[in-house]
């Protein structure tokens, strides 16, 4: 059954996601650390980055109220103060992990709490750094939130980072920075490397290759005119809704396509959509393009290697979506890390697509999914998780389906608009 070969279903259109959701965490804090005023524009305004400059500015920064252009003055590592109440990270991992390596790093103290799917996810793979690097770090009984960090004259590390996560890359990188000192961060993969990149765009000396990063010490930041790109994670869904379509085609523009994001494109790709990268070019240390993506292709399943997870890890629910309509099986394995997400995103992902009459199944670290074309209907549970929502939301354009998202509200922890722009390019 292939009801999409016969639809009158197009995409259309010409669309400029919201700014990138990392870059957005990371151009608040760097612009907090630098010397003199930092200006930013085309910020992602959702709950996630919210959240960062809530916690920034509980920690002494004057973050004004986010808008499409703003100015930061920068206090720098000394102007950081003990916050007089606890500091409110909601669902953001990135907000909790990146501002306990600043928190530890400027030798002062500070206790971080999230909602109920935040404090569930794992902090002891920072805490371990930090207390090798003289911070003290208090966890909740199971790990997670709430977590008070202890900072402290830090002294210098050398650290492998098993599970290959920016975040844990990012926080220690952030408290040796803070503390004026020498770090080395290696990693068995590559992770997404947006922290050594506004390093160095601020001015920073850092040494990077395959598989370490190493940040001198006594160094400081100088000030950034930047525009954030949009970001590559929610152009995926536009991206991954045009391979589906029968007709048209869709421009994304002015995307972020930094090699360790671009994974999701080249799957894309392999599965035999038409994705095309025009106009690129480097703007602030980022790799920045338009993204073309045509309709009409017959996808195929493909399989995902582990060492390429790190560059899709937050688009494989979507992945896992598409291939319901790919001919043949989709295979990912190496992707545990899905399970500490905003929610286990490898049993929801497949309990949904079956729940809805697809063929999934969980594997120990990813999922199998065979393409069979169908027709989907039923309610989908996304335990408040955003990609979850996003990625069924697709799914529940296409033709013949009927599928309601129990929790729409959800996108708003890193696209807002997303509900009213997937209505415009299929308008």
Known sequence: MAPLNTARFHVTGELRVPGDKSISHRSLIFSALAEG???????????????????????????PELSGDISVTGVGPAGFRTPATDLDCGNSGTSARLLAGVVAGSNITGRFIGDASLSGRPMRRIKIPLEAMNAR????????????????????????????????????????????????????????????????????????NESAVLLFGGQSLTSLDLEVPGDPSSAAFFAGLAALAPRGELL???????????????????????????????????????????????????????????????????????????TGETRVTGAGELRVKESDRISAVVNNLK?????????????????????L????????????AMAFGVLATLPGNEIAIDDRDCVAVSYPEFWEDLRRVTA
């Not at 920034?56 to 004057?62: I, K, W, Y």
């Not at 070019?281 to 045509?294: D, P, Q, T, Y």
Request: with cysteine; net charge negative.
């Open 37 to 63: 005023n930092s200006r930013v524009r085309g910020i992602l305004r959702s709950q996630d980055v919210q959240s960062t400059a809530g916690v920034l500015r509980a920690l002494g920064v004057d973050i």
């Open 137 to 208: 770090v208090e966890t909740s009984a199971t790990g997670g939130l709430p977590m008070t960090v202890h900072g402290a004259r830090l002294q210098q590390i050398e650290f492998s980072n098993e599970t290959s996560s920016a975040q844990v890359k990012s926080c220690v990188l952030l408290a040796a920075l803070c503390s004026g000192i020498e770090a080395t961060v290696r990693e068995p993969t590559r992770s997404r490397d947006h922290t050594e990149r506004m390093l160095a765009a601020h001015g920073v000396e850092v040494w990077v």
């Open 252 to 326: 994304l523009t002015q995307v972020c396509v930094n090699e360790t994001r671009t994974g999701f494109l080249a799957a894309l790709t392999e599965m035999g959509a038409s994705v095309v990268l025009d106009d690129k070019a480097l703007k602030s240390g980022e790799w920045i393009a338009n993204v073309r993506v045509k309709a009409g292709g017959e996808l195929r399943g493909i399989t995902i290697p582990p060492d390429a997870i790190p560059t899709l890890i937050d688009e494989l629910p979507l992945l896992a979506c598409i291939a319901a309509y790919a």
């Open 355 to 375: 729940l809805l009459g697809a063929d999934a199944d969980e594997l120990p670290d990813g999922f199998v999914v065979r393409g069979t074309h169908p027709r």
């Open 377 to 388: 209907r039923g309610t989908v549970t996304t335990h408040g998780d955003h990609r979850l």
